[in-house]
């Protein structure tokens, strides 16, 4: 009982001051790329049952819900809707904080994996970790879904490893994890692929514990081969029947508006004249079955199949790169966390030989086939394994007392480090990149989009312009949606995609002293069109008289 009194003390501590944290670095940054969209999308959904506008972007709607909900119930109470765009300064710190409903789950669940592998220590050290991470921290004050999606995996991993077991019965074998895998679909699309991945593993894993996997004595190869085909039959039904559960739980949540599909309508249209013109022009103006969840499942997997260009260590790659999250998360991850999941590897290699670390290998081996490039976001879940096996690992060695254990000066040398990486970084977690790569300065240089200006840097530079030039009006060229870009005293000048005019037209096409220019742009694709390729190298060719950390600020006149 004395145990668990310090488990929730402790839960308790990392979680208020890590909210802390996030609450208060939420309100020194403005809108990322993606949040004017889901405040919209999910307020229009609450409004209208719709939810149409998340399912066209491919974005799954449980986190945009959740965090759109105490807004919606705050407008029901006032009597007036808020506008999305207008009043998004008002309803996104609210938003951003009902987003760490998800934060606190997925506490929660980190310390009950480490616990469940690592004893009690584990747990504890499994919370450190992920409650210090700059990474974390940084996108759990955000209102997007990567949190999210991280919270729900460890609430998969966790009831399928105790679930899914040869003697267990139908509800507790195939219902939970199906219901499970839905929900952690419904907070992004990319759990389509962890879940299973993750399943597969720890199914395979307790089946071998329970000796089911183990062939015959004496078997030969086409024996065992012929054996695990036959014991894995049962596995195989149930996690087909998981999958379905999952998919009703997705289609079912996301709902549907009973409407036509423009899109089908036009494919039909432009069918060459014949039979199948014939059939599918009027089919595609009576089948009234949309919007529903496919399109935004669908979105994800061709995104991925088609992937895009991406920006590593200073250069533009028109394809994405199999090396590209090995690299960013060398980077990105805190030296503390690697120290101490370093100490764990070396002292406890047999004691890592765990489930979570089983399935954050193959997350990892997946890497490779994630062809968006945007952020290590979209491996948190692996990150998030990782810091708990080694968490599970010390632990399990401190409740035996092993003669060869990582010693606990070290490991509360490298969490202090870590709470100091987390308290010297604020706010900035989005753009935190360790001290082995340079630091958070160095890291506009090394990766791009929502490693490090995820156009939220809008506040910072106002306040620069508030004490470096009075207050006058600031021309800005920005990667971002944050409608704050068009208010008093920025001017906002698009400079992609307005006729150049020459070479050397930047002053011309900006009136003001200084123009500011987001870092993202010099990392995005350099040339999207003539007017942005030729700026650019203009710009380039100048030294910037003064940087915010997502803004380099140029003088164009005296």
């Known amino acids: 009982m004395r145990a668990r009194w310090l488990d929730a003390l402790w ?3 990392f979680g208020v001051a890590s909210s802390a944290w996030c609450v208060s670095a939420a309100a020194q940054f403005g809108a990322t790329f993606d949040e004017p969209l889901y405040v919209k999308a999910g307020l229009t959904s609450w409004r209208t049952g719709s939810n149409k506008l ?8 449980l986190p945009v819900d959740v965090q759109t909900l105490p807004v919606w119930v705050w407008e029901n109470a006032r009597g007036a809707e808020f506008d999305p765009l207008r009043d998004l300064h008002a309803v996104l710190p609210v938003c951003r904080a009902a987003n760490l409903a998800f934060w606190w789950l997925l506490l929660v669940y980190a310390m009950r994996l480490g616990r469940a592998f690592g004893g009690a220590w584990g747990g504890r050290i499994a919370v450190a970790l992920v409650a210090c991470d700059p990474n974390l921290l940084g996108h759990a004050a955000l209102a997007t879904t990567d949190i999210a999606l991280v919270a729900l995996m460890l609430v998969l991993v966790y009831h399928f490893h105790y679930c899914y077991r040869p003697d267990a019965g139908w509800k507790r074998r195939v219902l939970v994890p199906g219901v499970l895998y839905g929900l952690a679909v419904l907070t992004k699309a990319s759990a389509l692929i962890f879940g299973p991945q993750a399943m597969l593993v720890l199914a395979a894993w307790n089946l071998a514990a329970a000796g089911v996997l183990t062939p015959p004595e004496g078997a030969r190869v086409f024996g065992k081969l012929k054996h695990w085909w036959h014991a894995t039959y049962q596995l195989r039904k149930d996690l087909v029947a998981i999958g379905f559960i999952g998919m009703v739980v997705v289609f079912g949540y996301c709902g549907c508006d009973w409407g036509t599909e423009p899109t089908f309508i036009k494919w039909a249209d432009g069918l060459p ?12 103006r009576e089948l009234k079955i949309f919007t529903n969840a496919g399109e935004a499942l669908w979105f994800q997997i061709r995104h991925n199949v088609r992937g895009h260009g991406t920006y590593l260590l200073g250069e533009w790659h028109t394809r994405a790169t199999p090396i590209y999250f090995f690299v960013a998360l060398s980077m990105k991850l805190p030296l503390g966390s690697v120290a101490l999941c370093f100490g764990a590897l070396v002292a406890h290699p047999r004691r890592l030989f765990l489930p979570a670390a089983a399935v954050a290998l193959l997350l990892l081996a997946f890497t490779p086939n994630c062809r968006v490039q945007i952020g290590i976001r979209f491996v948190f879940p692996l990150m998030a394994l990782a810091y708990i096996s080694a968490a599970a690992a010390i632990g399990a060695a401190w409740n035996e007392n092993a003669r060869r254990a990582v010693p606990r000066w070290f490991v509360a040398s490298c969490l202090c480090a870590l709470a100091g990486t987390a308290a010297w970084v604020w706010p900035n977690g989005v753009s935190y990149f360790n001290q082995a790569w340079g630091g958070p300065n160095a890291g506009r240089e090394l990766l791009h989009d929502s490693n490090y200006d995820w156009g939220h840097g809008l506040p910072e530079l106002r306040r620069w312009n508030a004490e470096h030039n009075a207050g006058e009006p600031l021309c800005v060229w920005y990667f971002g949606t944050d409608p704050d870009v068009v208010q008093p005293p920025f001017v906002w000048s698009n400079l992609s995609w307005i006729p150049l005019k020459g070479p050397d037209d930047v002053p011309e096409q900006c009136r003001t002293k200084y123009v500011a220019v987001s870092a993202a742009l010099f990392a995005n694709n ?25 803004f380099n600020i140029f003088q164009l006149r005296e």
């Open 11 to 13: 839960l308790l501590a």
């Open 54 to 61: 998340l399912m066209r972007a491919g974005t799954m709607p």
């Open 273 to 284: 004249e014949g039979r199948l013109k014939e059939v599918m022009t009027p089919i595609s």
């Open 526 to 550: 350099p040339a999207p069109t003539p007017p942005h390729k030729a700026r650019l190298e203009w710009l380039r060719a100048r030294e910037p008289v003064a940087r915010t950390t997502h």
